[in-house]
């Protein structure tokens, strides 16, 4: 199974510049790679393949020496590979029937992806870490475990993202021993809550982390300072950029608290039980619910499915119906049902706990079913 490494790059001045230039070359790589191809199916129906483009690319580089050729052999055929699958997608969708449009220009470039001869990751002063990009030298990286031990690195992709730089490392790892089948000895049901993040069925609750909610609020400050911008000014630019960083900024601090929590799941429990939460349900019965939107929770259940996986554990996901409704002790339903304000569940037969317990318990419950 593959393990991957997301790392942010700390390039130095020279460095930078020469990241820049990668993402430079590639956008006019793409560009002038896709007008053959489109004039040739446009004028005469004929598809221009990888192949064909690809034994120009020794040429290319000899002659533009100082841009293209730049780049490592590997990075830029990289680049040609790209513009092929999307090439490939576009005839798959008209053999399909379909009426899609051709591949675009493009404006920039936001990645470029390499394979690593040995291991991309290497020590560097003290106890930091560096990565290793072709032509471009050393990095320094900030790395929040060490690589992996036996891992095999398949692959690089260097990214800028609202003007930060970010690598995702690839490695393969043998296959762990797949999950035993006697009975999971430390089980766990999730409840994707409204007030809290999650509930687990053993009554603990983990909260959004107040940075979360810090870049939140100043994302919301800065878009209402940029609907106050007259648009396409200058200053409407310059604001508009600042909200796009506060969005990476919170995309980067679900997935950091997402890797926290899914890690804390795996590691503490053999069975891990999560609700199938219908998104359009959450998003109209809570508001409050912003900092997991929808790709939040799908992406904790995601890396806790994978880090589940990693240590053979199990991750499964249960029917939601009712999980709020049904008492967890007897298993009668709630009458009159419970309604989105109620924190506590009472029962006749003497239950009363906190509502998102008890449907914890009971998604614990419907995932121990699930195994027999
Ligand atoms: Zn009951």
Redesign the pocket.
Known sequence: MFLTYACRLYPLRPQLAILAHHLFELTFLWNFSLAPRRDAWQKEHRRVTYLDQQAHLKEWREFDSEGLGLLSYDVARDGLQRLDLACRAFFRRIAAGERPGFPHFRRETQSFTFIPGGSPIVPGTGSTWRLKVPIVGELPIRLHRPPPVGGIPKSVTVRLDAGAWFATIVFAIPDPPPPSLSAPAHPVGVDLGLTALATLSSGERIEAPEPLHATERKLRFEQRRLARKKRGSRRYARQREKVARCHARLRRQRRWHAHQISRDLATRFDLVAFEDLDAAELREGCRFAKSMTEAGWGLLRQLTAYKAALRSGRCVRVASAGTTQV??????WANPPMELGDRSYS?????TMDRDENAARNILERGLTLLD
């Open positions: 008492c967890s002790h007897c298993r009668r029962c006749p037969c003497g239950l």
